[in-house]
């Protein structure tokens, strides 16, 4: 049982490029999230899906899209990456009550 | 979902207990209150959670006043490892919409030996 785990945990990026983080949990949860956090600061909620082929916009979508194809992986894409997006972000899956959080993915856009 | 207000940080020294305060005086009688921790930039962890009585699992004790407008989060016997920031979420249990947490700035707990 791994629970919640991030891919890659690394990655820099140039601006403008494009990459997806893969989010993947064994846990058979409805409800997964993305978000980020920025230094100093707590978490906020980019995206999330309260099942498999849907998904819904947090407090910071823009310049982000995510998909839910499969109930056990939530994909985080960005298509044009900008320095602003510089930060770790973190999956998260849950059922009723307690959310289950992924390491994280520690991204630069240089 | 309520909004939460905890101090920025906190000293605590090992071995004593740490008593990690959260007013929340805008709750609504069907929400409850969680904890989360986050130690050193990895993935934040559930402690606990409660709606009105008092809560003990294996890693902390949650006392929620009786007007339910505060809590207080206890860690018995600190460790330096219990340093971390400590999250204060109150929400629905399942609001069927998503049950996502929103986070405020919590409190960073320092553990001194």
């Known amino acids: 049982n791994a629970g919640v785990t991030q891919t890659p945990k690394f990655r820099v990026l140039k601006t403008g490029q494009s990459m997806t983080l893969l989010c993947a949990q064994d846990?058979?949860?409805?409800?997964m999230y993305w978000y980020r956090q920025d230094p100093g600061m707590g978490l906020r909620l980019i995206h999330y899906?309260?099942?498999?082929?849907?998904?819904a916009k947090g407090e910071v979508p823009d310049g982000y899209n995510v998909s839910r194809l499969k109930k056990q992986n939530f994909l985080l894409g960005l298509e044009s990456a900008a320095p602003s997006q510089t930060s770790v972000y973190f999956c998260?899956?849950?059922?009723?009550?307690?959310?289950?959080f992924g390491q994280g993915t520690r991204l630069t856009v240089v | 979902d309520a909004k939460t207000t905890q101090p920025p940080s906190m000293d605590c020294a090992e071995g004593r207990a740490a008593n990690l305060p959260c007013n929340h005086s805008?709750?609504?009688?069907?929400?409850?209150v969680y904890w989360y921790r986050q130690i050193h930039s990895q993935g934040p962890q559930y402690i606990i959670h409660?709606?009105?009585n008092n809560e003990t699992n294996e890693m902390a004790s949650l006392i929620i006043t009786e007007d339910r407008k505060s809590s207080t989060l206890i860690l018995p016997h600190a460790t330096l490892r219990d340093t971390a920031v400590y999250y204060c979420?109150?929400?629905?249990?399942?609001?069927?919409?998503?049950?996502?947490?929103?986070f405020g700035g919590g409190t960073r707990l320092m553990v001194k030996p």
């Open positions: 998260a899956s849950s059922y009723s009550r307690e959310a289950f």
């Open positions: 846990m058979n949860h409805e409800y």
């Open positions: 899906s309260v099942g498999e082929g849907t998904t």
């Open positions: 805008t709750i609504s009688g069907n929400e409850y």
């Open positions: 409660g709606l009105k």
């Open positions: 979420i109150v929400r629905v249990a399942n609001n069927n919409a998503g049950n996502m947490l929103t």
